[in-house]
């Protein structure tokens, strides 16, 4: 089957946000703060109001409802009353008649400020002396978590080997390749409506309708196409809609605001970058006897989903290998840098660049190969994980998905011919390295997992489907009415999907952590049941009775115990004459799981995804320069409902990877951003990428919709490490800060 | 204020602006031809990307002036008699919405689709009219040759792979037409 928005995304004809235009709509545009921390002495507009075509200025005070939203903890200021705590904090919002002259008068604002220190690291932040960001906490740690398991001290004791590593990643962007844009119209009786490019409409609702001081019955947010999440599409652009909501409110207009690529940069959430410091301790069979893991992650001034991209990392914190004892701590701490929060993966790819290196180093130090290390203390069927849940349930695929891709890339052969520090004659180092994970699907126990959707069958027999996730470019789309037809034996040409209007659909939480196909196809599921349910007594007048149930397939509908058999559009065309309407609600909760805050224990996510990545590159020995030749990604993703899209998938995280491994970083200077546009911000080009090889181990999944679990994102987590690897097998030099660019393994080849 | 006569899309479309104005304001808000995506603004990202003459050119970094050098150009330098409305060079542009003919997918358009070359979409209307000049001039390019081709085009979702099997499918297609 073929994406249900291929056609108009090929000819131009897809709406995003900033494709659209409404009658007597203005324009926006915001002023962002001149300092990562200061306070706001006054604010003077007078003479950018004087300037013709302004229409309104607001500030702080001029937000009717709350003043800081947020999804955890309500932090972040819709825009800055007093204070200012990073440099993509806005202090007023300019409504013009072009979005050329709002940029212009918001130039002639002046601000007064008074210059606070700022925190610029988490070191800074955590000092016993440092200035506390938020009012009314303690100290600047923002969220934590910690696992107990075993002991130690014992575990080091039973060890031949004890060693130790530190690792640290980056800021990177999302660079989704449309900026933030939305617009708000007014609606009749005191309602709006807000389009625009999020990956969560009820989030957004939330946000606009509590900084609008409105119900949520009175804010609807509409999606349009959506040109790029990575999970990168939550909070900075729910809080630039809220503020076209208050505008539109204010001026009874509508409002656009479109980012240029600057303000979208200087003002949207990054990745984290992480500080990470692992220790093991390995027996003489060569296993792991102990491990212990910190992790320090900079959030910047504001929570965002800080708690779930340190919880994951957390849990999934000794990669897929069985550890008896084990401690973790870990903590985002607030400093004046840009805020960061979700990005696929969700803290993971900081986290496996750094558990999967030391791996590598592990298996070197016990005299093995990374290959032998790894199989000796893989997980297995009925493992026990380090919070203490038993692996059952799914199938534990890790060594199936490990042992394939290194067959696939013909590893064996390819290990034996790394260069190990010895430049080649052509002036290069040959290596190939691997990356291996596991990943607890979905949000788990940190968060709630349940979705809705609406399945409304026609007089006709075509259908609308709704479902509470959204559509953020993946496919999901695609994939839902690939399963609505599948279960109603439907023509999916029939179906039209209809996108998230949070007037209609419940809640589904959000469209992170790869969770849309599987919380939402379950939704659809549950939805195709309930009209099956609702279908039964005209069915039992048109084809008699059946106790078995009836059979949906190929456009009909078929009772097994007489072999007679209607069309489907008549069976609907009679439901809907004797006044049935097969119209119903889907629902779907996750499965139960848990988690001790106190001691880290519990059955953290009801099923996991197993992946591993391995590739092959050349470092040169003069430019530093690494160029990976290939890569093959081995996953296993219970079962591919769309094995065409899949592969994207798995083709987008390796690009995606391999920036975080070799290219990416926001750079801050006194907490500006120095990298601001695409030209100094680089992301991989069609020269930069590989030959890729995906291949997807379908093990389905008794929770999955069809057996389906997810992909999206452990796609992105295994690239930083596995080129990490095959850099030093090049090389013979360990790198650990991600990303490893010419510069530093050119400082350190010949330093 | 200058009057142009733009030839777009196989139509002559007059509008008014200053020479000074961005082709990609022209397409999006004059012509409300919004298939043309802008993502950076610098010439960085290639989503902007149109066909003049069928050569790629950044509509983020071209201005009315540039292709228009002189604003009265159509009517004095045409050279072939006073009324002449044609100039010397009277330049083509093309954008996504001028590739599907009569409803009807061009090549490139329906191998993006078939090679599941598209995920959010931002990158291929860039994407697809980049390949369409690289095809016109080359008809059986060469995977380094793709690359190289697309190297402007900055796509964050698909990681390129799909694009360039998509690019060697319409090829093959292109290719076998007579
Ligand atoms: S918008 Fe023109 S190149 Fe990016
Ligand atoms: S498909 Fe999203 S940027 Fe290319």
């Known amino acids: 089957m073929k994406r249900v928005d291929a056609i108009e995304k090929v000819t131009g004809r897809a709406l995003y946000a900033d494709d659209m235009r409404f009658d007597r709509m203005c324009h926006a545009a915001p002023l962002h703060s001149a300092h990562p921390h200061a306070v706001i002495r006054s604010i003077d507009t007078k003479a950018a109001r004087a300037m013709p075509g302004v229409i309104d200025i607001i500030t702080g005070c001029d937000v009717p409802g709350t003043k800081q939203v947020g999804g955890i903890i309500a932090d972040q200021y819709v825009i800055a009353t007093d204070r200012v705590r990073y440099c993509g904090d806005v202090v007023a919002m300019v409504a013009a008649e072009s979005a050329d002259i709002a940029r212009r008068a918001a130039r002639l604002i002046e601000v007064d400020y008074k210059p606070l220190p700022p925190l610029l690291s988490t070191e800074e932040a955590l000092a016993p002396d440092a200035a506390i960001l938020h009012e009314g906490r303690k100290d600047n740690v923002i969220s934590s978590f910690r696992v107990r398991r075993g002991d130690i001290k014992r575990g080091y004791k039973a060890s031949r080997i004890i060693l130790d590593a530190r690792f640290q990643t980056s800021f990177v962007e999302h660079a989704y390749l449309e900026p933030e844009s939305c617009i708000a119209a007014p609606e009749q009786g005191r309602a709006v409506t807000v389009y625009g490019g999020m990956q969560h409409p009820f989030s957004t609702r939330r946000v606009a309708a509590a900084a609008a001081g409105l119900p949520l019955s009175f804010v609807r947010i509409v999606q349009t196409t959506l040109g790029g999440g990575f999970g990168g599409k939550d909070d900075t652009i729910s809080v630039v809609c809220a503020r076209a909501a208050i505008l539109a409110t204010r001026l009874g207009r509508p409002v656009k605001i479109t980012y240029t690529r600057e303000e979208s940069i200087r003002e949207s959430y990054k990745r984290h970058p992480f500080e990470l410091a692992y220790k093991a301790g390995i027996g003489a069979d060569g296993r792991f006897r102990a491990m212990e893991v910190d992790i320090t992650a900079d959030s910047g001034p504001y929570c965002s989903m800080s708690p779930f991209v340190i919880w994951r990392p957390t849990v999934q914190c000794t990669g897929p290998y069985a550890v008896p004892n084990v401690r973790c701590d870990t903590k985002a701490v607030c400093t004046n840098n840009t805020f960061t929060g979700a990005m696929r993966g969700f803290g993971s790819p900081q986290h496996v660049f750094a558990c999967e290196s030391f791996i590598d180093v592990c298996a070197e130090r016990a005299g093995l190969d990374p290959w032998e290390f790894r199989r000796r203390n893989f997980f297995r069927q009925g493992t026990k994980t380090h919070t203490g849940q038993k692996l059952i349930g799914h199938k534990v695929a890790i060594a199936q998905v490990a042992e394939r891709a290194l067959k696939e890339l013909g590893w064996k052969k390819k290990w034996a011919l790394c260069s190990r520090g010895k430049v080649r004659n052509d002036g290069t180092y040959y290596g190939v390295g691997f990356a291996c994970s596991y990943r607890g699907v979905s949000l788990g126990a940190e968060g709630n997992d349940f979705c809705s959707s609406i399945v409304n069958i026609q007089p006709d027999g075509s259908a609308l489907l709704e479902v509470g996730v959204s559509e953020n470019g993946q496919g999901l789309k695609t994939a839902m009415v690939a399963i609505l037809a599948g279960e109603l034996g439907m023509n999916p040409d029939r179906i039209r999907f209809v996108d998230t209007d949070t007037s209609s659909v419940p809640d589904g939480g959000p469209t992170v952590a790869s969770r849309g196909t599987l919380v939402g196809g379950n939704a659809v599921i549950d939805a195709a049941d309930k009209i099956k349910r609702i279908m039964r007594p005209a069915l039992r007048e048109l084809i008699g009775p059946s106790r078995k149930g009836y059979l949906f397939k190929a456009g009909r509908i078929r009772n097994p115990e007489n072999r007679k058999s209607v069309a489907f559009e008549d069976a609907v065309a009679a439901c809907h004459r004797s006044r049935i309407y097969p119209y119903a609600l889907g629902v779907w909760k996750g499965p139960r799981v848990s988690w001790d805050e106190d001691t880290g224990q519990g059955d953290a996510y009801f099923t996991y995804v197993y992946g591993c990545q391995a590739c092959e590159l050349t470092v040169h020995a003069k430019t530093g320069k690494v160029r990976v030749s290939r890569v093959v990604a081995v996953h296993e993703v219970g079962k591919a409902v769309n094995p065409q899209m899949a592969i994207g998938q798995v083709f987008g995280g390796i690009a995606m990877g391999l920036g975080f491994a070799l290219m990416e970083e926001i750079r801050h200077n006194d907490g500006m951003i120095e990298n601001l546009n695409l030209n100094t911000y680089r992301i991989p080009r069609s020269i930069d990428v590989p030959e890729m090889t995906a291949i997807l181990v379908e093990n389905p999944d008794p929770v999955g919709p069809w057996g389906a679990k997810s992909l999206g994102e452990p796609t992105n987590e295994l690239m930083g490490a596995a080129v990490a690897n095959a850099v030093y097998c090049a090389t013979g030099k360990r790198f650990t800060k991600a990303p490893i660019t010419a510069d530093q393994i050119l400082g350190d080849i010949h330093g | ?178």
């Open chain 2, 1 to 178: 204020m200058t009057l142009y006569n733009i030839h777009i899309n196989g139509l002559t479309r007059t509008i008014e602006c200053e020479p000074e104005r961005l082709l990609i304001d022209v397409l999006r808000e004059d012509l409300r031809l919004t298939g043309t995506k802008k993502g950076c603004g610098i010439g960085s990202c290639g989503s902007c990307t149109v066909l003049i003459d069928g050569k790629p050119r950044r509509a983020c970094r071209v201005k009315m002036i540039d292709i228009y050098p002189s604003p009265s150009l159509p009517l004095q330098r045409g050279g072939r008699g006073s009324d002449s409305r044609f100039t010397i060079h009277d330049p083509r542009i093309t954008t996504i919405e001028g590739l599907s003919i009569d409803g009807k997918l061009h090549p490139i358009q329906q191998a993006f689709i078939d090679c599941g070359a598209i995920q959010c979409g931002f990158c291929t209307p860039g994407m697809v009219l980049t390949a369409k000049a690289l095809l016109d001039e080359s008809p059986n390019p060469t995977r380094d040759e793709i690359k190289k081709a697309l190297a402007g085009n900055l796509c964050r979702c698909t990681g390129y792979q799909q694009i360039f099997e998509a690019v060697e499918a319409a090829a093959k297609i292109v290719n076998r037409k007579p």
